[in-house]
């Protein structure tokens, strides 16, 4: 069995300013992970993976992501936010053995003020 | 490139009917499934398909039935509608179970 557990329903960040979104999980196998982006009434667009390549991953649109297993952590960063990039973010994970149930986070909501 | 095409786009159903949502997606993947997102709760998965002919529970089964009879298209069924199915409702693809789904844009669903 898995789990996701995203630590924050909505972050708020200035134009210009970092973004960290955390994203904690639990699995029995190793698993494969994922952030995905949704924009207000569209479907969920992928923004990166990792599936047990290079612990650091880089996405689109300047994101990118760490895979920590001693944590179990994977937690998604931007060093520069920008206004487009309001939207809701998902935390994914699916299990490389075992059944497929791909388990999403709530999601967190990225608020960029101007 | 379509991608995932999901219709219809928006839809208001009486309790007790039913009806199909359709998905079809043409970039050949074998895994399709079905999701449904209700506020704060992330997607939940109603079924899914490893390929033509097989068709396997997710989550949230319950009243829901799903078909696979070709790779590209993999239809939802609501076989007795209730007002706890309203939902928006996503349809995604993927090669593998590894690699990333492709979504569609969703059906808004409300049942009175």
């Known amino acids: 069995a898995q789990s996701v557990t995203q630590l924050d329903s909505h972050v708020s960040v200035s134009e210009g300013t970092p973004v960290l979104l955390r994203c904690n999980y639990s699995s029995s196998y190793s698993p494969s992970l994922f952030w995905y982006v949704q924009h207000p009434n569209k479907g969920l667009q992928l923004l990166l993976k990792y599936t047990s390549a290079a612990t650091l991953v880089k996405g689109i649109n300047g994101f990118e992501a760490e895979f920590k297993k001693s944590e179990t952590s994977f937690h998604l960063t931007k060093p520069s936010a920008h206004m487009s990039d309001a939207a809701e973010y998902f935390c994914v994970v699916t299990l490389r053995g075992g059944s497929y149930i791909p388990t999403f986070g709530r999601g967190t909501s990225l608020i960029v003020h101007p | 490139n379509a991608g995932v095409t999901q219709t219809p786009k928006f839809q208001v159903l009486k309790t007790g009917q039913s009806m199909t949502l359709q998905c079809a997606q043409d970039?050949?993947?074998?895994?399709m499934s079905w999701y449904r997102q209700d506020p704060g709760m992330g997607l939940r998965l109603i079924h899914y398909?490893?390929?033509?002919?097989?068709?396997d529970q997710g989550e949230v089964p319950n009243g829901y039935n799903v078909s696979r009879s070709t790779t590209e298209d993999f239809p939802l069924r609501l076989l007795s509608a209730a007002p706890s199915q309203t939902s928006v409702y996503f349809c995604a693809s993927s090669p593998n179970r590894d690699q990333p789904q492709h979504f569609g844009d969703g059906t808004r669903l409300s049942i009175l």
């Open positions: 970039m050949n993947h074998e895994y």
């Open positions: 398909s490893v390929g033509a002919g097989i068709t």
